[in-house]
């Protein structure tokens, strides 16, 4: 008989290891589990120094944030263990967002550290405590299908749903993963919070970039990647120079303010070339794009991603804040491209492009990749699409 977390076995005789980062969501996840009679385990990861970000609002995974998990695991009398990731947080999350930064990019380093941390590191560990599952207080949800596989499907509280951090979560690590939090909303997870009788029931919601203490990510960058602060050009879609700026890193694709230029019309950032340093920046329209090649394209949906033949009608969301749309998953030369049917603004390479089956609800993640090109559909939009030589060369 399966329990309520669909393994085999009583919950008395299952161990299940818990993601606790500090917050109400991972401390609800295994306060309720606990109460289901399961063998809790809980695990908070050490991921960056207790400097500066120490008592910054809306950290995680920093000092008192495992002075707030150890105190649930003991309010709620489970083992707890604090594990010290910095060095590999610093090399797969940190290293690489600047390093992205540095090529024109804009990474998003929650689904790298879902990839890289998380799903990867502590789900190993997590095996060798003898753990049947490792659960985490992400808002998504997963469903057995009907060959005994999981699917991974978006939260029932839309406005919480964190499938798009999540999309690089392979088969595999689905099966061995569960979402206890994937159907309520946050105010029933705050309000079994209170029952529990948990500190953390109000806490407030972590922040996307948890390690920068200052909020200020370009101190970080400056200092790991002194190139990416260097000033350069501002030009138009010419090539005209119409003003400097103080470093790509402080711009990102469909950026209006802060450009320090005056124009008669509203200006928009539409690509960075950070081989020469320049800012190239045009009217809303340019930002229109229609076509997306992808890279570390990860497939979950069902059959092999080779299967798709000539192409696949899907859903895309092309940022965590867009609502999915309609779109075509092809096979290419250099391996796969989104055609976007009514095209999007801002595409933006390193932000991510999530696969869906259905454009709302709790619908099927069927993957995604990383944006690494836009295109524009038309021939004077082509004039103005970019892919960047100095990012696909590194990338490789």
């Not at 899907?314 to 609502?323: G, L």
């Given at each position: 008989m399966l329990n309520s977390l669909d393994l085999q076995g009583p919950p008395q005789s299952t161990r299940v290891v818990v993601a606790m980062s500090g917050g109400v969501d991972s401390s609800?996840?295994?306060?309720?589990?606990?109460?289901?009679?399961?063998?809790?385990?809980?695990?908070?990861?050490?991921?960056?120094?207790?400097?500066a970000a120490t008592h910054r609002k809306g950290a995680c995974c920093a000092g008192q944030d495992i002075h707030d998990a150890r105190n649930v695991a003991e309010r709620i009398g489970i083992p707890h263990y604090v594990l010290d990731y910095e060095n590999r947080f610093r090399e797969s999350v940190i290293d690489n967002f600047a390093?992205?930064?540095a090529l024109g990019e804009t990474p998003v380093p929650c689904i790298e550290c879902n990839r890289s941390i998380k799903f990867r590191d502590l789900l190993a560990t997590a095996r060798e405590l003898?753990?049947?599952?490792?659960?985490t207080g992400h808002y998504v949800a997963s469903r057995r299908m009907s060959d005994g596989s999981r699917a991974m499907v978006c939260a029932a509280d839309a406005d919480r749903d964190q499938s798009y951090f999540l999309f690089a979560t392979t088969r595999e690590q689905l099966d061995y993963l569960r979402f206890p939090l994937g159907d309520m909303t946050k105010a029933q997870t705050r309000e079994l919070a209170r029952r529990f009788g948990l500190t953390?029931?109000?806490?407030?919601?972590?922040?996307?970039?948890?390690?920068?203490?200052s909020g200020r990510y370009t101190d970080i960058i400056g200092r790991l990647r002194p190139n990416a602060i260097e000033p350069g050009d501002i030009v138009d879609l010419d090539g005209q120079t119409i003003g400097r700026h103080q470093g790509i890193v402080h711009f990102t694709v469909g950026q209006r303010r802060g450009l320090g230029i005056a124009s008669a019309a509203p200006l928009y950032v539409v690509r960075l070339d950070a081989a020469s340093r320049r800012v190239v920046v045009g009217p809303r329209d340019a930002l229109r794009m229609d076509r997306i090649a992808l890279r570390d394209v990860n497939w979950i949906g069902d059959g092999a991603l080779d299967e798709i033949g000539s192409g696949l009608e899907?859903?895309?969301?092309?940022?965590?804040?867009?609502?999915p749309q309609s779109a075509w998953l092809r096979p290419t030369e250099r391996g796969y491209e989104v055609e976007l049917v009514a095209g999007e603004e801002g595409v933006s390479p390193g932000q991510a492009c999530v696969f869906y089956d259905a454009p709302s609800g709790q619908a099927r993640v069927l993957g995604g990749g990383f944006i690494q090109s836009a295109t524009a559909r038309s021939s004077l939009d082509k004039s103005i699409a970019w892919q960047s030589p100095l990012v696909e060369a590194a990338r490789g």
């Open positions: 609800t996840t295994a306060a309720l589990l606990k109460s289901q009679g399961y063998d809790v385990v809980g695990i908070t990861l050490q991921l960056y120094d207790h400097g390093d992205s930064y003898g753990a049947a599952a490792l659960a953390v029931a109000d806490k407030q919601d972590s922040q996307d970039i948890c390690f920068v203490p899907i859903f895309v969301r092309v940022r965590s804040t867009r609502a």
